[in-house]
């Protein structure tokens, strides 16, 4: 009995599960938007300290800056210290949690929920575009106040505020203006006590 054809089938199948298994492996390593710079929406989210750097809306603020005071990487939840300086000077601070919309085993959240129980206010928080150093985002909020239903912004790290001049920053905003539209920006400065 000749069995190099039996040889021959074995080295088949073990080059081709061999190569599946690198293929599959490459594929897991783009499923957060590519590139080296990729990160998933809650590792964005779950930045020490996040900006409110454009939006397309106005709104009386000079700064919103919100703080990772709890996280579980895990289950994709965390919690922000929310710190909003008004135009008139005064400063507002509210506790916001957020949990995953639509997560996966095999996938990331790209949508995150925060009810706020004293407004009863609900937001979803939808990610178009994320990297290390910002997210536009989609926000939508139920019961709307008139003026704040779609809303779209682009917020930002402290990664990308050490970063000025560089291309992150441009192509942050070309992202927001792809997404968005024209916007409001705000300066970082503004939160600094």
């Keep these: 009995m000749d069995l190099w054809p ?33 990160v998933s929406p809650w590792e964005f989210l779950s930045s020490t300290n996040i900006y409110l750097n454009k939006t397309n809306i106005t709104l009386p603020v000079k700064c919103i800056k919100a703080r990772t005071v709890e996280s579980s990487e895990r289950e994709e939840t965390l919690s922000h210290v929310v710190s909003v300086k008004f135009t008139s000077g005064s400063w507002y601070e509210i506790n916001a949690t957020y949990a995953p919309v639509n997560k996966t085993r095999r996938k990331p959240a790209t949508a995150f929920i925060s009810v706020d129980p004293g407004s009863n206010v609900t937001t979803i928080y939808t990610f178009l575009h994320t990297n290390k150093y910002c997210a536009v985002v989609n926000k939508w909020k139920r019961p709307a106040e008139e003026g704040l239903g779609d809303i779209c912004e682009l917020w930002v790290n402290d990664e990308y505020l050490q970063r000025p001049g560089r291309k992150v920053q441009p192509s ?14 705000y300066d970082k400065h503004e939160c600094d006590c």
């Design 6 to 38: 039996w040889y021959l089938l074995y080295l088949i199948t073990v080059v081709m599960l061999t190569c599946h298994g690198k293929a599959k492996k490459v594929q897991g390593k783009g499923r957060r938007n590519g590139g080296k710079d990729a």
């Design 172 to 185: 942050c905003s070309k992202k927001f203006k792809q997404h968005c539209k024209a916007g409001f920006s």
